[in-house]
């Protein structure tokens, strides 16, 4: 069975500080990898996918950036964060790209940056 | 612009009502899919409806697919109170790897 990991499970940053979220996919070889960022009470954006190790394609502009060192890695990471960088910040995989395949969410990782 | 929106934001209904959730999209599409995502959770696909068919079921679940006003809907049949979650439709976009989420639309049940 697949299973979606994401790290920490929430964070409190301070303005300006670095942010490093973490998530890692078991069970999948060479998924494709997606970010989402949701603000509270809003839609889930995608900001990042990647369909191989090394590649990382960006979405929007949000001054973050995100990696993708291993297979089933994928690292989304900012060195100077923003107030505007709250949210919830969500990975998925899938097997095939945009609406063609299932998009299977991890349990996310709620930011508040004060 | 948006290329996908639920037309609703809110729904309230009792236990056991059938309630639908609409959305509508402005560009071409091979496929359309409905998420649902509870408090604190990450969304659950829920199904996934391709431009050639026109109705996809999924238990008490039916999505409904109309390319020709480019709209969808969502229909939840029984409802019970762990329906309660924001309903999402999701389409892609041309740049093929990018699944553009709608606004979404809570779905309160009530016991």
């Known amino acids: 069975a697949q299973t979606i990991h994401q790290w920490p499970v929430a964070e409190i940053k301070a303005v300006g500080s670095p942010l490093s979220l973490g998530c890692t996919i078991k069970?999948?070889?060479?998924?494709?990898l997606y970010w989402y960022w949701q603000a509270t009470g809003g839609t889930l954006q995608q900001l990042f996918y990647s369909i191989t190790v090394g590649q990382v394609e960006s979405v929007v502009q949000l001054n973050l950036s995100a990696s993708r060192p291993k297979d089933d890695q994928f690292i989304l990471s900012t060195e100077k964060l923003l107030l505007s960088h709250s949210g919830f910040y969500l990975c998925a995989w899938s097997l095939e790209r945009g609406a063609q395949d299932t998009q299977y969410f991890g349990p996310g990782t709620r930011l508040l940056v004060l | 612009s948006q290329l996908a929106e639920e037309n609703l934001w809110a729904l309230s209904v009792h236990e056991g009502e059938s309630v639908t959730v609409n959305c509508s999209y402005k560009t071409s599409i091979t496929a359309l899919q409905w998420y649902r995502q509870k408090s604190g959770e990450g969304p659950a696909q829920l199904i996934l409806?391709?431009?050639?068919?026109r109705e996809k079921r999924n238990g008490r679940l039916r999505a409904t697919l109309d390319t020709s006003s480019q709209s969808s809907s969502l229909s939840i049949t029984a409802t019970r109170c762990e329906d309660t979650a924001v309903y999402f439709c999701?389409?892609?976009?041309?740049?093929?790897?990018?699944?553009?989420f709608g606004t979404g639309t809570s779905l309160l049940v009530d016991p």
């Open positions: 999701a389409t892609e976009s041309n740049m093929g790897y990018k699944l553009t």
């Open positions: 409806i391709r431009s050639n068919e």
């Open positions: 069970g999948k070889s060479s998924p494709n």
